[in-house]
């Protein structure tokens, strides 16, 4: 069944299960999380760490089983079947490019792997025309194809990894803070290189980063979690202009401003404490214990999600007070 969505989670849980001593505890790390990527978009999901971003990645490419909830991938039910056809759809980049190419490893043979599990009659001749054409796609000299992953910078690394993750064409990439392990210049460079890709391939992103800045740029809609949840769903420019929730206003506030007028100027939320644990989360809204703005109804009873129209979404008790 194919679908207007290449990807659609619904009220998704992903808990594990961890030892202490002999007490078992539950860790919520993604707690009833609904969103959804249209054909060719990218999606950013942002929030601080340990919020559960890599988790619902993991989760979606079923690298993790969830405990509950929905996955759709192109309208397929992908929550418990067998993956092995869905593969070639989907496909993930990690965020570390130094721990995520094996280092015995060629850049032809990291580049070839994805070809051979998924397209294992493809002749000889093919296949280095295909990763010769997709290294070239991510700026690596099809030359330096018979080295190995140490003798590149960490830029160089992460476009051997989106080459990996694109030579079999996916229509959807999981991208997992693809570019906070890299040198700021760099960032731009592999954002923009992304976007052309996008542009030419069709494909969809889900662009995972800690920061608002970073996927201001990329998307066209912006998924804020917070501690398992989601807190706001909108589209990129309404969530710049007109965050609703205290807590990506606070997302917000964290981004530097170049022009020190307007920065003096600009209403700031500093964000304070940390995170609560997953596995002992706060009664009511989950941001509860940090907010500024929290009633005792705050601390009591989850908030729902409210529709604001226009695909912006926000679950805060006092929306529209505030
Ligand atoms: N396999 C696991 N077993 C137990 N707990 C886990 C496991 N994977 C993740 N967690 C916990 O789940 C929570 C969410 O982790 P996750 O890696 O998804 O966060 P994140 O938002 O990606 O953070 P970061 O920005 O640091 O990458 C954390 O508390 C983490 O310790
Ligand atoms: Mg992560």
């Known amino acids: 069944m194919s679908s207007e969505f290449i990807l659609k989670v619904e009220d998704l849980k992903t808990h594990f299960t961890v030892n202490k001593g002999r007490q078992k505890n539950v860790v ?18 942002v929030g601080e760490s340990g919020c ?25 039910d992908i929550t418990t079947c067998d993956m092995a056809p869905y593969r070639k759809k989907m496909q993930m980049v990690f965020q570390d490019p130094y721990s995520s190419l094996d280092p015995r490893m060629s850049v032809n043979d990291i580049v070839g792997e994805p070809l051979d599990i998924q397209f294992p009659q493809m002749n000889r001749k093919e296949r280095d025309e295909r990763i010769i054409e997709q290294l070239k796609l991510v700026g690596i000299n099809s030359e330096q194809r018979s080295r190995f992953p140490h003798e590149f910078s960490g830029g160089q690394r992460q476009r051997i990894s989106i080459a990996r993750a694109m030579v079999i064409k996916p ?28 542009a030419q391939m069709g494909l969809a992103y889900l662009f995972i980063a800690h920061d608002l800045a970073v996927v201001r740029h990329i998307s066209q809609h912006v998924v804020v979690m917070y501690l398992g949840h989601v807190m706001e769903i909108a589209d990129a420019q309404e969530l710049y202009h007109h965050p609703a929730h205290p807590y990506t206003r606070a997302l917000l506030s964290a981004i ?59 679950a805060c008790h006092r929306y529209g007070e505030i």
């Open 256 to 314: 530097p401003i170049p022009d020190p007028k307007t920065s003096r100027t600009r209403h700031r939320e500093i964000l304070q404490g940390d995170v609560p644990s997953p596995i002992n989360p706060p009664k009511g809204c989950p941001f509860s214990t940090r907010c500024r703005h929290a009633i005792d109804l705050c601390r009591e009873q989850p908030p729902a999600m409210t529709d604001l129209g226009g695909g912006h979404q926000v």
């Open 28 to 45: 919520k790390a993604v707690d009833g999380v609904s969103f959804a990527v249209r054909k060719g978009e990218t999606v950013g999901l």
């Open 171 to 198: 229509e959807f990439m999981v991208l997992d803070e693809p570019v906070s392990a890299l040198d700021v210049s760099i960032q731009a460079q592999i954002i923009n290189m992304l976007m052309d890709l996008q």
């Open 52 to 76: 559960g971003k890599s988790t619902i990645g993991r989760t979606i490419m079923r690298f993790n089983n969830p405990t509950a909830g929905k996955i759709y991938l192109d309208g397929d």
